[in-house]
């Protein structure tokens, strides 16, 4: 399902010449490799990509796939389109996002962008987004505590993520630390996108809702489907 779905999105979205941002997870890397190999079999030529972590840095240098900041002069702050995955989507395509810890990133690169797409598998679709999938809340270190009990102020359950083979606490890309919150009770996730980030020390918050993505949702009988 993830590599048909992150394959169908690269075939229909991307072109020539185009400044792309590339998502990261176990299906934006499927779009991640398949322009790649469009790249290498000479059906797409001039890319410029801002990568949204160290995954997709990865991968993109295997295929050779010419990286740069939103910064860079040959990318000037803004992008063509940008392909990703989410953790939850919702009946409005609103999404969680951050599962894999770049919702940093990822929120500024969709958000520079013109056109946005998410590549999904079926499992993700849910009626209501931050019950079942936790809500990634990027913290500096220095305000774990007052952040969580902000946190718990609204209503969440709170958990620091810890590291898989190392000690401690998942260290994000930009040297911060992640809070997986829940809420047992319906939310808004559009008020909360923007509420959650005035707490302070709170850099990012995983809803993603000031977007219309275009949704490719991969299902297990092997069929596509695109929501707009
Ligand atoms: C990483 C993300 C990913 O896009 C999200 O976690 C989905 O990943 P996957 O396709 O592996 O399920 O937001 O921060």
Known sequence: MKEMTGKAAAEALV???MKLGLGTGSTAIHTVRHIGFLQREGKLKGIRA???SFQTVIECEKWGIPLYTLNSR???GTLDLTIDGADEVDGRNYCV???GGALLLEKIVAYASVAYAIVADETKLVEQLGHSFPVPIEVVPEARLPAIQALERLGAVVT???????AGPVITEHGNLLLDIRFSS???PAVLEGEL???PGVVENGFFTRLRPRVFIGHA???LKIRE
């Not at 620091?160 to 190392?166: C, D, I, T």
């Open 186 to 188: 319906p939310v808004d």
């Open 50 to 52: 801002v990568p949204t």
């Open 74 to 76: 040959e990318i000037g």
């Open 97 to 99: 996002k951050g599962g």
């Open 160 to 166: 620091l993520r810890e590291a898989v083979r190392k």
């Open 197 to 199: 980030n005035r707490i």
């Open 15 to 17: 072109t020539s010449g």
């Open 221 to 223: 009988d092997g069929t």
